[in-house]
């Protein structure tokens, strides 16, 4: 895996929005987060742009974001909000530019199709917070976003969980939304998972959403040969006015239940304040026991 290289201070991060649309005035704190960390924000076409929900055209976001795939001064993209769009603009962007000059993609839920396509094409990236809204996340989150973007180690101890199963694995991290995965299936953009540690989040889905997405992940053979999973938030999920009778860890659980690998629930990444930057593409230790879960990224 190729590492992007890593920021120093006044080095440009731009801001864009692939997906929904983002007014400038969003991304007040945003700005100020940079400038804290003496960093100069570029902001994209794509900020204040509208189209129905997204943030303009397709066309207009595929060409924002393919202007600082192209621009080397930036170093980092930072996309400022998830939602729905990033898969139709994909399959139009040209990542020649990028491969020569890899820089930070940073974001998380709809960023998962960037993340997806560009880890299978050799490149590390970064599952952290979006910039709309980044003041709603904990000190640790935005500290670990910091950290992470400056190359310092990235290490996690956590809770442990009724549902983990213990154990120690070593592997590459790959994932993200599971409902983005899921819709990923069979493209080129779908991630590959054998020997690999899984992460997997998501919001606001209906249980039997969640039952149908791991049956697709199962029967696609992406869990059968992990070396691990994560599990990050699962939260506001619905249920129909006929229960389904599993909350959405169970429902996971049961899902993985036939293999031995490791597994770890409520790990702080997603649709959740404690949103901890995870490196993906990254080679990472995962340690789980009863006393808690370590999970340690190697070095670049």
């Known amino acids: 895996m190729i590492t992007p290289p890593y920021l120093k201070a006044s080095d440009k991060v731009g801001i864009l929005s692939t997906a929904r649309k983002v007014e400038a005035s969003d991304l007040?704190?945003?700005?100020?987060?940079?400038g804290d960390w003496g960093l100069q924000a570029v902001i994209g076409a794509s900020i204040g742009a509208s189209q129905d929900q997204y943030a303009g055209r397709d066309s207009l976001r595929c060409d924002d974001l393919q202007h600082m795939f192209n621009d080397t001064s930036i170093k980092a993209i930072w996309c400022a909000k998830g939602g729905y769009g990033t898969v139709r603009i994909i399959d139009a962007l040209d990542f020649y530019k990028f491969v020569k000059y890899?820089?930070?993609?940073?974001?998380?839920?709809d960023v998962t199709v960037l993340h997806s396509h560009l880890n299978e094409m050799g490149f590390e990236t970064l599952h952290a917070a979006i910039a709309k809204g980044v003041e709603d996340?904990?000190?640790?989150?935005k500290m670990s976003l910091r950290n992470t973007l400056f190359g310092k180690p990235l290490k996690y101890h956590v809770n442990t969980h009724p549902l983990n199963r213990m154990?120690?694995?070593?592997?590459e991290m790959t994932g993200g939304n599971l409902s983005i995965l899921y819709s990923?299936?069979?493209?080129?953009?779908?991630?590959?998972?054998?020997?690999k540690i899984l992460f997997i989040e998501d919001l606001d889905e209906y249980l039997y959403h969640v039952d149908r997405m791991m049956m697709n992940l199962k029967r696609n053979g992406l869990l059968k040969n992990l070396n691990g999973?994560?599990?990050?938030?699962?939260?506001k999920m619905h249920d129909n006015s006929v229960p389904f009778g599993k909350n959405a860890q169970e429902i996971v659980f049961e899902a993985v239940q036939e293999y031995d690998f490791p597994v770890c629930f409520d790990f702080p990444a997603g649709h959740i304040d404690d949103n901890r930057a995870l490196i993906l593409?990254?080679?990472?230790a995962l340690?789980?026991?009863?006393?808690?879960?370590?999970?340690?990224?190697?070095?670049?």
């Open 102 to 109: 890899p820089k930070w993609i940073v974001g998380y839920s």
């Open 184 to 195: 990923l299936c069979g493209s080129h953009s779908g991630i590959t998972t054998d020997g």
């Open 281 to 284: 593409g990254r080679k990472v």
């Open 229 to 235: 999973l994560v599990v990050g938030g699962l939260t």
């Open 287 to 300: 340690d789980v026991t009863e006393n808690g879960v370590k999970l340690n990224f190697a070095e670049a």
């Open 137 to 141: 996340n904990t000190a640790f989150a």
């Open 28 to 34: 007040k704190d945003a700005l100020e987060l940079l």
């Open 167 to 171: 154990g120690t694995a070593t592997g």
